[in-house]
């Protein structure tokens, strides 16, 4: 029949989803999910193993929150944003191959027909009902259920824990934990000798006890890995009640830094609120930092990035032969249909072929030509779906080659190729997940902050300076938003030495450029600001006189003032 109607063959019209850890996804009304199989469409006529991911399931549910953005209801289109186009994207992600082309290539083949075109706005409207109908309830997996391990798809599910374990102990955090034996109980007392911790000594026959369980379990998630909250029932923990001479339930005692700090007995929950949250706060004390008032250093950052599109057809003219391969065309497309009318009207090229491309080209193209290929993944990378995708890759290999080849050149890299590349660099950070794995990669970390560090040191273009300076602010952004919301750094401390001073270095040497000093400003202010104050970090400021360097550029200009007084401020 579709031959007499469109003039060619069709065998089916496909609906595909992906099965990943025992459940499957499809794009409908926004990214679904359900149980296998279980989706209104109904069993599938065929499935397809595609292969196994060893990423990390952090990494994809990441991944997966990203495609939400660009998949969304009102975007689905029956013909160039559909079910399929999500399954590729999705699988290229996980495996590094797409579906059969095939499939993807099918509503193309229809829209090339003229009954395939003037039949478009009828079948899409039609087709809405059954596309983007809900999924049972009873067929959605709750939102606490981790993919389970299958086929070795899903490698850790320790991320998908409802809590956490402190990194240093081993310890469960955010929960309260339940002790019988005297030998568990010195564990966690040990595991708290440099922060604090509460014991309550409770009984099955103490009905007073039970009206503040609520109030402990709480206090336990809100303390998390700041605080070990411990509960002994001492109809069970003879031992226990033993050594500590506990004669009363409830009884609390609480210990800070190892030793033992307060004692009390009662079912108040306001004085155990009180009580323990004091104690938290005695364990530690906020940073110095805390109470200043610093307009800029105090709040979240955008990432800086590139993304004007340059005039495509001259670039890639630019490239010689090497224009005319099928990796140049389809990301030279993809980039121009994302400009003119959205990631979501945008179906992704083969990666796995771009970023093959890539690397053959930065392998065997002189580096005086090589600054067009790597300008026109620059341009792709604003889309999170490209830049998530390289994040997916073993060991990053795409972006390693282009940081190894561009520093290895030193002073020899052309002007062209070294600000492309940091260009490039700057928009790595517009997936979250990529700039996780380049700053948590110590081989990778150390390439990025080579590339920074050279590039400072180009006292001949300004611009690279600025880029570089970018790219420094970039990265220390990202360690502070780490800094602030996880309590913890994701830049390890060498890569945080090398940085500052090379910073320190470019700020008293920057006589031209104020873009430049506040790049430079703002990366060092948000290096230091929360750092230990016993660190490396710190002392390495103290030592090459940060404070002095910083109040030196005050003259340089008006708009700067503020920024450098906050800056001081930290340093101080």
Not at 378 to 394: F, K, N, P, T
Request: aromatic residues 6%; contains cysteine; glycine residues 6%.
């Amino acid at each position: 029949m579709s031959l007499s109607f469109l003039g060619t063959h069709i065998d089916a019209v496909y609906h595909t989803a992906l099965v990943f850890g025992g459940i499957e996804y499809f794009f409908g009304a926004g990214v679904q999910q359900t149980y296998p199989g279980a989706t209104h469409h109904g069993r599938p006529m065929e499935i397809i193993p595609l292969g196994k991911t060893d990423l990390p399931l952090e990494i994809v549910l990441e991944y997966l929150d990203s495609l939400k953005e660009v998949y969304t209801t009102e975007s689905y289109d029956l013909f160039t944003h559909n079910c399929n186009n999500f399954t590729n994207d999705f699988a290229m992600f996980l495996l590094g191959k797409g579906i059969p082309e095939h499939i993807t290539s099918l509503p193309q083949t229809v829209l090339n027909t003229p009954f395939g075109q003037m039949l478009k706005p009828q079948l899409d409207s039609a087709m809405r009902g059954i596309t983007q109908a809900p999924v049972a309830p009873a067929a959605v997996p709750s939102q606490h259920q981790p993919p389970r391990t299958s086929n070795g798809s899903v490698t850790s599910q320790s991320s998908m824990q409802a809590n956490q374990v402190n990194r240093a102990s081993g310890m469960p955090t955010g929960q309260v934990h339940q002790v019988t034996t005297l030998k568990k109980l010195d564990t966690l007392l040990t595991s708290a000798k440099n922060s604090c911790a509460v014991i309550f000594f409770t009984s099955a026959t103490c009905p007073p006890c039970k009206l503040v369980y609520p109030a402990y379990d709480e206090l336990a998630a809100e303390a998390g890995d700041k605080a070990v909250l411990i509960k002994v029932d001492l109809s069970e923990a003879y031992e226990v009640g033993s050594k500590y001479q506990v004669r009363a339930t409830p009884t609390f005692m609480t210990f800070l830094k190892g030793e033992k700090e307060n004692e009390w007995v009662g079912a108040s929950e306001g004085q155990l609120r009180g009580n323990v949250r004091m104690l938290v706060q005695m364990a530690h004390p906020p940073h110095p930092h805390t109470n200043l008032r610093l307009r800029t250093l105090q709040r979240r950052h955008k990432s800086v990035t590139y993304s004007k599109i340059p005039p495509l057809e001259k670039l890639i003219a630019k490239m010689g032969p090497r224009g005319s391969e099928p990796a140049v065309t389809a990301l030279k497309d993809f980039i121009c249909t994302r400009e003119a009318s959205g990631a979501s009207d945008a179906p992704l090229p083969s990666l796995p072929t771009v970023t093959s491309f890539i690397v053959q080209s930065v392998e065997t193209t002189p580096p005086n030509s090589l600054f067009a290929d790597i300008d026109l993944l620059r341009c792709a990378l604003i889309d999170q779906r490209v830049s998530g995708y390289l994040a997916s890759e073993h060991s990053n290999s795409t972006v390693s080659k282009i940081f190894t080849k561009v520093n290895s050149l030193s002073g020899e890299c052309p002007y062209s190729l070294r600000i492309v590349t940091l260009q490039l660099a700057c928009n790595l950070f517009t997936a979250h997940i990529l700039a996780t794995r380049l700053l948590q990669d110590g081989e990778l970390c150390s390439k990025l902050i080579q590339l920074v560090i050279s590039s400072l040191l180009d006292i001949a273009h300004p611009p690279v300076r600025v880029a570089a300076a970018s790219l420094a602010f970039n990265i220390a952004a990202f360690n502070h938003l780490r800094r602030l919301e996880e309590k913890h750094d994701i830049l390890k401390d060498f890569a945080q030495i090398e940085l500052i001073a090379s910073l320190l270095e470019a700020l008293t040497n920057e006589k031209e450029s104020k873009d430049c000093v506040r790049g430079l400003l703002t990366a060092i202010g948000l290096l230091v600001y929360g750092a230990p104050r016993e660190g490396e970090l710190v002392e390495l400021c103290n030592a090459l006189d940060a404070k002095g360097t910083v109040n030196a550029k005050k003259s340089f200009s008006d708009d700067l003032k503020d920024l450098t007084s906050e800056v001081e401020q930290v340093l101080a």
